[in-house]
């Protein structure tokens, strides 16, 4: 007994560990970028209830599998770490199709048998079906942690269907190059190389869904003096296609073309102010994009 209180401490410690990391992982998210700035607090919201209801969903679902298995005098630990990390549609199936089936004691010997056996395989005395319909009738237990876990699982589709449908219409969502705000795309990028080291930004890709837009901030310490540099070659550039550099500081937004660049960019920094920039490639059909942008 005390054993298995002790396998189950572990487990709930477990499962409480798992919900303080998915608050940690968004915490620390927040600290190390611009939080949630252009974003609307809908949509992280609805994005963390999500993982806690579908956190949940498992661990109501595990919970049950639980106290199945003790019923069944199959290991409770081990499969309800197994629902909970394979989540509880993959999880449910394979102990379904393991599980064994539920015993009960031989009334003369005490040796476990299935309920479904005529008589004890051990000492052959026969077992009364008045006794199976008793095990029978007791086999839907614990309805509260499978009505919990039903009702977690429809609050994290829910969760889900409302992320989805803010995320596709926009609403919430800053796309706008100018923003000083955090930009957030909705389209992907084919990426190859995406790195910002010694304060030298280089970015190579291979293609991009329609004004995909790739952003590093910068610093600028002298404004007077310092230049932009960006030396960038696009490999293949359709009809129309264009790829263009913003340069965003508060109210201040500026635009170059940058698609066909026959040496590279130079741009004074004096209308800016010292501090951080934001410096953006709009990419808008371009594709096997090769840049490297620094500020001297």
Not at 211 to 223: C, H, K, N, R, V
Not at 253 to 270: G, H, K, M
């Amino acid at each position: 007994m005390n054993t298995t209180k002790k396998n189950n401490l572990l487990l709930y410690i477990g499962i409480l560990a798992i919900v303080l990391l998915i608050f940690l992982r968004f915490g620390l998210y927040y600290m190390r970028s611009d939080g949630f700035s252009g974003l609307s607090m809908l949509l992280p919201a609805l994005l963390l209830c999500f993982t806690l209801f579908a956190v949940s969903t498992s661990a109501f679902f595990a919970a049950w599998v639980c106290q199945d298995c003790k019923r069944r005098g199959e290991d409770p630990v081990l499969w309800a770490i197994i629902v909970f990390l394979t989540t509880p549609f993959i999880g449910l199936l394979i102990y379904f199709l393991r599980r064994s089936e539920i015993k009960t004691t031989c009334p003369a010997c005490g040796q476990r048998i299935c309920v479904s056996a005529n008589y004890c395989e051990k000492c052959g005395t026969p077992v009364k079906k008045e006794e199976h319909t008793v095990m029978v009738k007791q086999g839907t237990h614990h309805l509260q942690l499978i009505v919990a876990g039903i009702a977690s699982m429809a609050l994290m589709l829910a969760c889900l269907t409302g992320f989805i449908v803010s995320a596709v219409s926009g609403n919430g969502i800053n796309t706008d190059a100018s923003s000083d705000d955090q930009v957030w795309n909705l389209g992907i990028i084919s990426m190859n190389y995406n790195a910002y080291h010694n304060n030298v930004w280089k970015l190579d890709f291979r293609s991009a869904s329609e004004g995909f837009l790739e952003e590093q901030d910068m610093t600028i310490s002298d404004a007077d003096t310092q230049l932009l540099c960006a030396d960038i070659s696009c490999g293949t550039v359709p009809d129309g296609a264009t790829l263009v550099l913003w340069l965003v500081q508060g109210d201040v937004a500026r635009c170059i073309d940058v698609t066909d660049l026959s040496e590279p960019l130079t741009y004074s920094l004096n209308e800016f102010e010292n501090g951080k920039i934001r410096v953006r490639l709009q990419i808008n059909g371009v594709k096997d994009t090769v840049s490297e942008i620094y500020i001297q």
